[in-house]
């Protein structure tokens, strides 16, 4: 899709402020929303990015963002208008200096409506050129971007074939069913089965020991988006069905695919949100007015939940439909994201409180619990906020509470911090708490070590590591002992610090490990 067919949806509203006739004629790959001042990381070439500018704080917001996005090839930038008002002359003056095509969009149109045109289209454009030679086969593709789903493909297939079939997504969500619906027990034994097989498609044996086949939908990144399930063994198919299977399973895949940008798009505010929280970087102003556009009230209490399943490939999508099932009968209002391999899930209301988090975890449904089988979930429950500037410490404590959490039931609640180690007492801080407590004291060390070459900050840990014993800590770092006497001289001198008490050697200590946890974060 090109930028001018873009413009050419009248329904889009779509306006051009700045661009060159011949940028038009560029090619649209994908879309993003964003609102970061340093987008580098999420944006590709070919992306057409949508903007409110809630990045925008004058003249050199403006340089960065736009010189940011032009280094990526992005092929349009589109700035609402609701935050921002009139574009300013200076953001249409780097668009032109950096070849960005600027366009603007009516208030009454959302982002959303317009991400969700480009990968239809996309997706349309892409899946086309599959074989028409059967008519099933051409209207299983016409079937795309339609606005039936994937349930309008699996409907036909039973017009035409009677195949019973189903989709269930990668977080074990059935989305769309043709035919008589699978019980929950099914759907558990397919989705655990289809999380160990990979990319394999496989036959398990349901009621009765009927078959059923399982189709993996990958995405181009080898990425299962969720698998489609049909009644029957493969193998006993006429090749004139097999064929229509196989297009079926591009179209499933294309339409889970569009569902989950669509989804991404809705949740990827949400996540940028946690990420600022849980660096520590947000002004409380600026968490209000984010909270806000989000949809919550940052007048009321806020309980943060943080939710994982520790098994590596566990769909961190899983754990966040979990959540929210576990905690749409609160009568509050949810923010939900995925973060990692974490679920964060922000819950708001005049009356929240962790009993109630917790004695909505107590009637979860029995097919959740199918679902984790023997895994357990870990859920980290935070103290209602008493003001938006305890958010982000809100976020850091559900955190250290999940993390902590162990018990042997199949979901286990924390709402209180009992922290057992330093490294878990670390855990609660926020991370720019301890990166300025480990700067601050090692600071001299790191500077030394750069304009000398020298190694104080690798001779401070062995010492300490090793209980500041003289003869193993020297043996360690491949030194003679009177070396590693100077150093550790020359680290005191600089730290103003005397490693023959205990005091400074915890200080040090506990700056080393700061520092160490905010570079493995």
Request: aromatic share 6%; charged share 20%; proline share 4%.
């Amino acid at each position: 899709m090109r930028i001018l067919d873009l413009l050419e949806r009248a329904e889009l509203t779509l306006t051009v402020v700045w661009a060159e006739p011949e940028l038009l004629e560029r090619s649209i790959t994908s879309s993003y929303i964003l609102d970061l001042p340093a987008p580098s990381k999420f944006v590709s070439e070919g992306d057409l990015v949508l903007s409110a500018a809630l990045w925008h704080t004058g003249e050199e917001s403006a340089r960065l963002f736009v010189s940011s996005i032009a280094a990526l090839g992005v092929s349009a930038l589109v700035i609402g208008r609701i935050v921002l008002g009139e574009i300013p002359d200076y953001l249409v003056r780097e668009c032109r200096e950096h070849g960005v095509v600027l366009l603007t969009v009516s208030p009454d149109v959302s982002f959303k409506s317009i991400s969700q045109y480009i990968d239809t289209a996309n997706a349309i454009d892409a899946v086309r050129p599959a074989s028409h030679s059967l008519e099933v086969n051409r209207r299983l593709l016409d079937q795309l971007g339609s606005g039936s789903g994937a349930q309008g493909a699996l409907g036909l297939l039973f017009d035409e074939f009677a195949i019973e079939s189903w989709v269930i997504e990668a977080s074990g969500s059935v989305t769309a069913v043709a035919g008589t619906p699978p019980d929950s027990v099914l759907i558990a034994e397919v989705w655990n089965r289809a999380l160990a097989a990979g990319e394999a498609d496989f036959v398990v044996l349901g009621a009765e020991r009927r078959a059923s086949t399982v189709w993996p939908l990958v995405t181009d990144d080898k990425t299962p988006i969720g698998y489609l399930v049909c009644a029957g063994e493969q193998r006993s198919w006429p090749a004139d069905v097999a064929r229509v299977i196989a297009t079926l399973v591009v179209v499933a895949r294309v339409e889970l695919e569009i569902a989950a940008k669509r989804r991404e798009s809705d949740l990827r505010q949400a996540s940028e949100f946690v990420d600022l929280l849980a660096s520590d970087t947000l002004s409380p102003g600026e968490a209000s007015a984010r909270l806000r556009l989000l949809g919550a009230d940052p007048l009321e209490p806020v309980v943060v939940v943080a939710a994982t399943v520790l098994e590596p490939g566990y769909p961190t999508r899983a754990v966040l439909e979990t959540l929210t099932a576990i905690l749409g009968d609160t009568n509050t209002t949810m923010l939900a994201c995925e973060f990692g391999t974490e679920a964060i899930v922000f819950v708001s209301g005049p009356a929240v409180t962790p009993e109630l988090i917790v004695d909505a975890g107590s009637r979860v449904k029995a097919e959740r619990l199918l679902l984790l089988g023997e895994r357990h979930l870990r859920v980290g429950v935070s103290e209602p906020t008493v003001s938006i500037s305890h958010l982000g410490q809100a976020v850091a404590s559900a955190r250290a509470r999940m993390r902590a959490a162990t018990s042997d039931d199949t979901i286990t609640w924390a709402t209180r911090s009992t922290p057992v180690s330093y490294d878990a007492l670390l855990e609660m801080l926020p991370d720019r708490v301890r990166q300025s407590f480990g700067q601050g004291l090692l600071a001299p060390l790191f500077e030394y070590d750069a304009r000398h070459g020298s190694e104080l900050i690798t001779t401070l840990q062995v010492f300490l590591d090793s209980g500041s014993a003289w003869q193993q800590a020297a043996t360690e770092l491949h030194v003679h002992v009177n070396t590693l006497r100077y150093r550790i001289g020359r680290i005191e001198v600089l730290t103003h610090r005397d490693l023959s008490t205990m005091h400074d050697r915890v200080d040090l200590f506990l700056a080393l490990a700061s520092i160490q946890r905010g570079a493995g974060s």
